[in-house]
């Protein structure tokens, strides 16, 4: 079951990283080499739980992003590759204890390491490597880029707990639901990209405005995903349409549709949400109403605004092809709902 959502915009039809892509592939095939290397270790289940994930096809968008923020001011060292590997590590322990927060059971289209391992493992194997993230910026020898990625590791884990605190409320606000995204997704987005320009070495404005690309980015990002849960693919969201419903999780479509919704809307909503009562009619049913409220339409809007937040952010700085790049991504994470 999929809905249509009708976007009016130019060339969304072409949006692509493939630029990106390109531009890093060298810094990239660096980072997969340390990526391998340092998540090895002499007890079997690390590598085994930390490589199931590794190797599962994400794009490593996070990591191209410190890259290309590098070399975009000329930066020609090694440092880069360095905090790109602290961020893709950052990212998965992310994702092995969100799963099991979650009690996710698929993420990429596989079982989660979870499903394998078990939970204690995918928590400790996570906290393996954040271990090594630090590790890895230490090595750099930036107090800056140090700074920037710890204080998103501890935003991150903020905005975990902080969802716990609003999970399956239906009077969770919006303002409250954007904290938790900031959080949680907008911060090492923010982070990825800040710490390319602190090791090129640039001044204020430039980091200002790489950090500010990345925090919007991340949440037009995770407001596109949200629209997906709802009428995606699987192959477009990496985990199974519906997830989030069946999860029980407070998405924006799922606010803006319960506050615009009747008494009886709302009381579905209080049912599949609160309750737990989300199969398959039900999620039918969710899709009748976020249509009838606007709410994906409106969610997408939300995530246009970031969009043109992220875009403006780097109108100052010099063009250059990684410039370019990095507008081609904002195109791409919004072009997904199609």
């Known amino acids: 079951m999929g809905v249509v959502i009708p976007l009016e915009n130019k060339n969304r039809h072409a949006a692509s990283i493939k630029q990106l892509v390109d531009l890093t592939k060298p810094g990239m095939e660096r980072v997969n080499q340390l990526i391998l290397s340092k998540a090895g270790s002499d007890v079997e289940m690390i590598p085994e739980v930390a490589n199931h994930l590794i190797s599962s096809g994400g794009k490593r968008l996070r990591p191209m992003l410190t890259l290309a923020s590098a070399t975009m001011f000329g930066y020609e060292g090694s ?29 990429r289209g596989k079982s989660t390491a979870r499903m394998i391992w078990g939970n204690q493992a995918s928590v400790l194997v996570g906290d393996f490597l954040l271990g090594q993230a630090f590790r890895i910026m230490v090595e750099v020898g930036s107090m800056d880029a140090l700074d920037v990625l710890s204080t998103a590791a501890s935003v991150i884990a903020e905005g975990e707990v902080f969802q716990l605190s609003v999970a399956k409320n239906m009077e969770t606000t919006e303002d409250d639901y954007l904290s938790v995204i900031r959080a949680k997704t907008a911060a090492l987005f923010s982070a990825a990209a800040e710490v390319g320009p602190i090791v090129a070495g640039t001044g204020k404005a430039e980091r200002d405005a790489l950090r500010s690309y990345g925090a919007n980015l991340g949440l037009a990002f995770q407001l596109v995903d949200d629209v997906l849960d709802y009428g995606g693919s699987a192959a477009a ?59 994906l339409n409106d969610t997408i809007a939300r995530a246009e605004h970031y969009g043109a937040i992220a875009r403006d952010a780097l109108a100052p700085l010099p063009e250059t092809a990684e410039k370019d790049a990095l507008l081609d991504v904002i195109d791409f994470c919004i072009s997904r709902v199609h």
């Open 79 to 107: 440092h880069h590759v360095k905090l790109a590997t602290s961020v893709e590590f950052m990212h998965t322990a992310t994702l092995l204890h969100d799963d099991v927060v979650d009690e996710s059971d698929l993420r």
């Open 237 to 295: 969201l990496g985990k199974n349409v519906g997830d989030d419903f069946r999860e029980g999780k407070i998405t924006l479509p799922v606010v803006l549709s319960y506050r615009r919704g009747s008494e009886k809307d709302r009381a579905f909503w209080r049912s599949a949400i609160e309750e737990g009562k989300n199969d398959d009619d039900a999620l039918e049913m969710a899709h009748k109403l976020l249509l009838a409220t606007n709410a």
